[in-house]
């Protein structure tokens, strides 16, 4: 199920107004990165108590997920319109795990000749899974920005199942 969000974002700081001021809003650009990724955690977070209780994650843990563990990769302007202030883009989402998670994870892997090297390559496959997700921009007229993103809620569930997975089992090492 994909829902549609949308979320302002009022940026205080005056690093921030300063350094974007002759800049329209970017796909790729942090802050929009961020508030996308924001989006994404506060829709996820209506779900805390059913995914506490089936895949016991607290919610100490979606915080890190949505703050360390996750990131948008092949980011796309799709489309741009300069008139309205506004534009289109396209990425995946995947997971960004610490190196030594990712090598304690598939250095783990159990089995001998063909079972091992099958069993490596799903972890391999885990460890880059993508979702596909759209999400728009536009400015506002005080200079701020709205973004609207569809929540791939069964993706960022097997992305954080697999985060959780790895971490835990590389934190009882």
């Known amino acids: 199920m ?50 506490k209780y089936s895949l016991g994650i607290d919610e100490e843990y979606l915080d890190k997920f949505f703050e360390n563990n996750l990131k948008l990769s092949l980011i796309r302007t799709t489309a741009k319109d300069k008139e309205l202030k506004s534009c289109e883009c396209s990425a995946q989402l995947g997971l960004k795990l610490k190196q030594e998670i990712i090598d304690f994870t598939i250095n783990s892997a159990k089995g001998t000749g063909i079972d091992l090297e099958y069993a490596k390559e799903r972890l391999s496959n885990m460890i880059n899974m993508k979702a596909d997700i759209e999400y728009s921009l536009q400015e506002t007229s005080d200079d701020n920005f709205i973004a609207e993103t569809t929540i791939p809620y069964k993706e960022i569930g097997a992305l954080l199942s697999a985060s959780f997975l790895f971490e835990t089992n590389y934190n009882k090492r």
């Open 2 to 51: 994909k829902i549609k969000s949308t979320l302002s974002v009022i940026l205080f700081s005056i690093i921030f107004f300063t350094s974007c001021q002759d800049e329209s809003i970017k796909c790729d650009g942090y802050l929009e990165q961020k508030t996308v990724i924001s989006i994404l955690k506060d829709e996820i977070l209506k779900e805390k108590s059913t995914i």
